[in-house]
């Protein structure tokens, strides 16, 4: 009986107790539950190339001859801590490189500012800034539309001012009707050649910046003879620059003042005081002070004097017409 009980013990003892799994050779280990990877597991892997997370240049848009802009940056790739740079500047169309500036070894993630060489003397066009990097492993930079590491800039040319147009070198004065033909008869025509009266922006009265045109255009090509219309006196020469240019003013024995402006350079062969008669030579046709470029003669007749009080022009065309039969 006891040795029956002391089996059947035995027997239920056996049934509860788990059994190892063949081979196991010991009990196993429960589930890991610390969170964080194992022993042994990889590094995480680096960017395969660097990109360019920022590239601006400040600013875009310059006037030759200011200061050259501000470029900002910042240099991005996972698992490098320090990649090499530099800034290249192309002036287009084309590729080749206008300037360099190395920034060399620059921390990835963090923004970089330098300003482009102020030596780099930008000419009027369009430019391309690009950034070159090149990660320990010689890897470059991947570029892509998100990221393309190049930005433009546009450098315009400067704003001249407009030049003023001088006022005339004495008194303004006002203008008159003409009067009956001079008494003197008819003049000789102060162009010894052919000519040519141009358009309205020709005539006497048109208008001009500032004032209105004073005198007749006659249009003749550059180193035609001027000649005087009457017998007279030279009472002025000289040069205007902004405005007659070369001149002559003839004090003439019909009692008025006749001016000659815009004469080539160096063409005057009178003087101040000299006496000269009717179709006497005094300057060459020329483009001087301020034209439009085209050679040509700007002739005025004055009333009682040129520029002095009283004094006041005249339409000389009806008179030019009348001396040269047309």
Known sequence: ?????????????????????????????????????????????????????RLTVTPRRLTAGDPTPVVRLRVRQRGVVRVRARIVVVRLPGSRPVARKSLGRVRTGRSVTVRLPATLKLRTGRYVVRLHVKDPRGRTLRRSGAHPGRARIVVRRPKVAPVPTPAPPALPAPLVANPAPSPGGPGVFPVAGAFDFGGADARFGAGRPGHIHQGQDILAAAGTPVVA??????????????????????????????????????????????????????????ATGATSGAPHLHFEIWQVGW??????PIDPLPELRAWVGR
Do not use: K, W
Not at 8 to 36: C, D, E, I, K, Y
Not at 244 to 271: I, K, N, P, Q
């Open 229 to 286: 219309p009457y017998a007279g006196t030279v009472s002025s020469t000289s040069f205007q620059s902004g405005g007659a240019g070369e001149y002559v003013v003839l004090d003439a024995a019909d009692g008025r003042d006749y001016f000659f402006a815009h004469c080539l350079r160096h063409s005057t062969v009178v003087v101040p005081g000299a006496a000269v008669n009717a179709g006497q030579a005094l300057c060459q046709v020329g």
């Open 1 to 53: 009986m006891r040795l029956a009980l002391v089996a059947l013990t035995l027997l239920a003892t056996l049934a509860v107790a788990p059994t190892a799994p063949a081979g196991a050779g010991g009990a196993t280990a429960g589930p890991s539950r610390s969170g964080g990877a194992a022993f042994g597991d990889p590094l995480p892997i680096p960017d395969a190339r660097p990109i360019a997370s």
């Open 307 to 312: 520029r002095v009080p009283g004094g006041a």
